[in-house]
């Protein structure tokens, strides 16, 4: 038998003075933190006892009960509980409590987490009559309580926030008293104090007290027992309404444009955020607005409601004349161009808007600047002299996104012109530290210019009554509130809402003639003009407040733009505009843990997924499910391969697929006749439940938990028809061919709810579904309409088509080739361009080659000059030499870097990202 | 959840009256009001109270040793398993498959309370894994099937169907 303990690890003083109180007989190794004595766990743990039999024993708790059996001490209720308190209980709060103090020298907190069991051992010990825990004498719950609150209780830090508990004092010291205790601390703590012990802290996970309600956990546990807790009522109730069938549903699925609000009807108008012209957009922007805004459209016209779904580019701005002067083409002419690159993208994912257009319409520029005259008018526009960057070598006055610098709040190096990519806050361009020109990297001049400004301190009370009534009334996403009280509790302040520009909505003021408005005074209005190229009844949609429901959807960085400047706007203009009810903000998809970069070439592009040769069903499926809701997320295709192959092939395809072949294969194409047993109506009581999850859901636009229930009914769909095997029963009796009938009949039901749920996630597979099925048109509309619940929809002698496969495996080789073709493998142009002047085409192929050409020779050279040129590099920094000589020399030290990791035969591709801004 | 466990172990251990249980705090740690003496909180405590109660001591081990396996597993189970993060469930799939590679039952071969207690605990993971993943952690399924078959454990819990035959290539993982 052997015990391996390390210095300074709390737990070792438990075990050694468990071994010195009862005598047994053991060899005692030292060993460092990091050894890695029991082979099954993942992370190094200590202490650890080797027993004879050659089992490990990982637990303090244990290896102390079990030292205390061997000399005869038997374990009692008492001291079982008590050793299950010290685990679950108090040693989560110590090491807790540890870490906040000598790691984070926080004793005032520390105390707080400690006070709860404290008091609580208080309360045990002071109702006690024995001076020790269970006994008269020190029993194994002694030993393992004592050396847990040692550090804390021989601590005088601690002394003052963990209050008097003179029982559990008392207790202490007597167990302290104990030679075989003071023994135990001298021979981990080495005489060092509680500082012995931070080598030990630092190397663990920062500890958390774990809560029943993480969502994760919770959730499982909730679905878990509800589905246990069904009433027998329950099921009976739900086993009729699905016999009924599908009622004769005779109102029309077509849409008739121009879709304008009714009367007694659910009006629900939708809008994504505008997707600005000139970038393609990646699959974070995809899933961030107009995906998401599809799903919800297409739950919202299966519902019945009168909704309509608009959206377009947002054309105007610097950005855009920039891109049309390196094309060479005019503004207008590179938004025909992108415009139409958006249009088929979108097309593409099948998101399916009532109407697409743009922001560089005749409608646009009479509606903002009817707007602009409204709030003029009424005095909510302020004018003042503005110092502006321009930038003589460019010849012209510098949008906010063409500057760069240090922020001036939190000095994060590449901060825009109008926000800091950090700390979130909005900058003034002018406030930027050392700018720069993003253009030709030369430092602009600040010039004034005259400016108009909306006065959002005036409209401040008027905003946050509304706010108020449409955040307690709609449903704002958390993010989404809690952005917008961020902005008001720092103050609001006048925003400049003209530019220097010439691509842009003019304004109308005669002082002002040659300018024209902020693309953020002006974006916003596209929603209402794009909504009046598509009816000239438009106001009846945006004047209309009383009849209306706005549903914005966005990435979480246009929040307030949506929550705070546009509905000043729109107030301030006082002409009973509809204003937003709910603001749906998503948070950011990254790529493979890192960001999407156009630049880097890293990460799939709007136009890109096509090529890969995967549905745009499943890119959809698996955007959805990962949608960032309430945290960030990243896009993996491994991940990806595994949820194709996993939950869409093995788990719902699969069961679509057998409950579809078994009505072929066994009855000739026709659904039988079903007689319900207990068995079967559980089933349908269970689909039941699902299916109000998923509408509840969905109301409330939680996309991505909604296609958790979907693919939760075909789990219990595969599991129902595994349990009753029909593939047996139809070869026996009659009684058993009839009972395989029955659960066929079921699950091919089954398989057409699911092709009603799964149309707003993927609309051609829900058609395909329906197609094999032959299903009544209207079936899909019928279950999620004013909540039937799930249906019989194909009665008993209903023929179905022909059943095919509805998912394809993603293979690994495939996957791991996709992978490497997006992952910024290849060597970004920008970069290229701006090093000395080398064959670009070399790059790529030469990694190959030279990986198995490693030349140790000249890799101590390169090091060498490696070295050299990083010293020269921060001196320059520390010298605070100008941005553009730092810059070359970098790039210099980059290129060395490069060649070095070639000359050591690595992949010199990742060093060069990490020399890039992450 | 926790009891509905305890009910549960009590049909297992076949006890035939079934004891009041309350629970208390955040974390509803279960219970059991005694007549005779103070009431017993927690989980392990608990149940390990029922074997003896039912005289089913060898659920707790048969020699020091095994008893000392059996009590360490029990409380992986209310430490590390209850209320993990997701991410800490991979970490734990990962080390218990590992330690199941050579074993039949958590306490090595023979049955035990750890068995039964680890079970209802992890259900509901094993519920939601792929195919896929439960071909990776094949000695957890494995031994899972294995308890789940038990003769009168399963109770509460719905059956997780686990198929006998691979179907991803080996070398895949």
Redesign the interface.
């Given at each position: 038998m052997k015990l391996f303990v390390s210095e300074g690890n709390p737990h070792c003083v438990k075990v050694l003075a468990g071994l010195e109180v009862t005598g047994v007989k053991c060899d005692v190794q030292l060993v460092s933190h990091e050894e890695r004595v029991v082979p099954f766990l993942n992370r190094p743990v200590l202490p650890v006892l080797l027993l004879p039999s050659g089992q490990h024993l990982f637990s303090p708790n244990a290896i102390c009960q079990y030292l205390f059996e061997v000399v005869g001490k038997e374990a009692s209720d008492d001291g079982n509980q008590l050793l299950e308190w010290e685990a679950t209980e108090l040693q989560p709060a110590v090491l807790q409590a540890l870490h906040m103090l000598m790691l984070q020298g926080k004793s005032g907190e520390a105390g707080t987490v400690l006070k709860g069991p404290l008091g609580w051992l208080e309360q045990y010990l002071s109702k006690r009559t024995t001076p020790f825990l269970t006994e008269e004498t020190v029993a194994v719950a002694d030993i393992v309580l004592w050396a847990a609150l040692y550090p804390i209780l021989s601590n005088s830090t601690f002394e003052a926030v963990v209050g008097e508990l003179p029982s559990v004092r008392g207790w202490f010291k007597r167990v302290s008293q104990v030679p075989a205790c003071e023994a135990a601390v001298q021979r981990v703590l080495q005489g060092k104090g509680l500082d012995a012990l931070k080598n030990f802290l630092q190397k663990q996970p920062a500890p958390h007290i774990q809560r029943r309600d993480s969502p994760s956990s919770a959730n499982a546990t909730e679905m878990e027992d509800s589905e246990l807790m069904m009433t027998e009522e329950e099921v009976e109730v739900a086993a009729q309404a699905w016999s009924k069938g599908l009622p004769d549903c005779s109102d029309s699925t077509q849409k008739k444009h121009p879709i304008l609000p009714q009367e007694g009807k659910r009006n629900v108008l939708v809008t994504s955020a505008l997707p600005y012209v000139n970038n393609v957009p990646h699959l974070g922007n995809i899933i961030g607005c107009v995906l998401s805004a599809d799903v919800f459209a297409r739950y919202g016209r299966l519902r019945g409601w009168n909704l309509l779904y608009v959206c377009g580019t947002d054309e105007y701005g610097t950005a855009t004349e920039n891109k049309a002067r390196e094309e060479g083409l005019t503004p207008q002419e590179i938004c025909d161009k992108y415009h139409a690159v958006h249009s088929s993208i979108y097309k593409w994912f099948q998101i399916d808007f009532d109407y697409f257009g743009r922001t560089t319409t005749e409608q646009q520029t009479e509606i903002a600047q009817d707007i602009f005259w409204r709030l003029h008018e009424r005095g909510y526009l302020l004018e003042d002299v503005v110092e502006q960057l321009r930038c003589e070598n460019c010849q012209r006055f510098l949008a906010d996104r063409f500057v760069e610098g240090v922020c001036p709040h939190c000095k994060y190096p590449e901060a825009r012109g109008d926000q800091c990519d950090k700390c979130g806050r909005l900058i003034n361009a002018v406030e930027l530290k050392e700018p720069q020109c993003k253009v030709c990297q030369q430092t602009p001049e600040i010039r004034s210019s005259k400016h108009l400004f909306l006065d959002l301190p005036k409209l401040e009370g008027e905003l946050e009554q509304w706010l108020e009534k449409s955040m307690g009334s709609g449903d704002w996403t958390v993010n989404a509130k809690h952005i917008t009280r961020s902005w008001l509790r720092d103050g609001l302040k006048p925003r400049c809402i003209t530019r220097d520009l010439q691509w842009g909505t003019p304004v109308p003021h005669p002082d002002f003639s040659d300018k024209v408005f902020y693309v953020w005074f002006d974006a916003p209005i596209g929603y209402l003009s794009i909504t009046a190229n598509y009816t000239s009844e438009w106001e009846k949609w945006w004047k209309n407040p009383q009849q209306v429901e706005l549903y914005n959807f966005m990435a979480k960085d246009n929040v307030p733009f949506h929550s705070v400047v546009f509905p000043c706007s729109l107030l301030g203009a006082q002409d009973n505009y509809t204003l937003v009810n709910n603001l749906v903000a998503t948070e950011y998809l990254n790529y493979e843990d890192t960001k999407f970069s156009k630049s880097r070439g890293v990460g799939v592009f709007g136009d890109m997924a096509k090529d890969t040769g995967i549905p745009s069903d499943v890119w959809r499926f698996y955007l959805l499910y990962l949608r960032p809701e309430g945290q960030d997320s990243a896009f993996s295709w491994a991940d990806m391969a595994l949820k194709n192959n996993s939950e869409l092939l093995n788990n719902l395809g699969n069961f679509i697929n057998r409950a579809g072949m078994f009505v072929s294969k066994f009855f000739e194409g026709h659904v039988p006749e079903m007689v319900l047993q207990d068995e079967d109506k559980r089933l349908i009581a269970q689909v039941c439940w699902e299916l109000k999850q998923y509408i509840q859901l969905l109301d409330k636009v939680r996309i991505r938990d909604a296609l958790k229930c979907i693919l939760n009914i075909s789990r219990h769909g595969n599991q129902y028809i595994q349990v009753n095997e029909p593939w047996k029963k139809i070869k026996g009796g009659d009684d058993d061919r009839k009972r395989a009938g029955t659960v066929t009949g079921v699950s091919v039901n089954v398989a057409c709810l699911l092709s009603a749920m799964l149309e707003p996630y993927m609309p051609t597979v829900s058609q395909t579904i329906r197609d094999q099925l032959q299903a009544p048109a209207h079936c899909a509309r019928a279950m999620l309409y004013a909540d039937r619940g799930f249906l019989c929809s194909l009665s008993a002698g209903h023929r179905i088509g022909t059943v095919s496969p509805l998912f394809q495996k993603l293979e690994s080789e495939q996957i791991e080739a996709l992978r490497k073709r997006f992952g910024g493998q290849q060597v970004p142009s920008s970069t290229v361009n701006s090093a000395q002047p080398k064959p670009p085409a070399a790059a790529a192929p030469a990694v190959n080659a030279s990986v198995s050409a490693a030349d140790p020779e000249k890799a101590k050279q390169l090091a060498a000059a490696v070295a050299k040129q990083g010293d020269k590099v921060r001196a320059l920094k520390a010298q605070k030499a100008e941005k553009s000589v730092v810059t070359a020399e970098v790039t210099k030290l980059l290129e060395l870097k490069k060649e070095l990791a070639l000359a050591e035969g690595k992949n010199p591709e990742p060093s060069l990202q990490k020399g890039k801004k992450k | 959840?926790a009891l509905?466990e305890l009910s549960s172990l009590e049909k297992c251990l076949g006890l035939k009256k079934p004891n009041k249980y309350s629970t208390q705090g955040?974390?509803?740690?279960p219970v059991l009001q005694n007549n005779n003496g103070p009431a017993?909180?927690?989980?392990?405590?608990i149940a390990?109270?029922l074997v003896h109660e039912a005289k089913r001591t060898e659920l707790l081990g048969n020699s020091?040793?095994q008893?000392?396996?059996v009590?360490?597993w029990l409380?992986?189970r209310?430490?590390r398993l209850?209320?993990?993060?997701?991410e800490e469930v991979k970490?734990i799939l990962?080390?218990l498959n590992?330690?199941l590679?050579d074993k039949v039952y958590l306490a090595?071969n023979s049955f035990t309370l750890a068995d039964t207690l680890m079970y209802y605990g992890i259900h509901?993971i094993i519920?939601?894994l792929?195919?896929?993943?439960k071909e990776k952690f094949l000695n957890v399924t494995r031994w899972f099937d294995h308890i789940q078959h038990y003769p009168g454990v399963r109770h509460?819990l719905?059956?997780v169907?686990v198929l006998r035959n691979r179907?991803y290539p080996s070398g895949?993982h």
């Open positions: - | 959840m509905k955040e974390r509803k740690v017993l909180v927690g989980l392990v405590t390990s109270h020091a040793e008893r000392a396996v009590q360490q409380e992986y209310i430490t209850d209320n993990c993060s997701k970490v990962k080390e590992q330690y590679e090595g509901h519920m939601n792929a195919v896929q993943e509460h719905a059956p169907v179907v895949q």
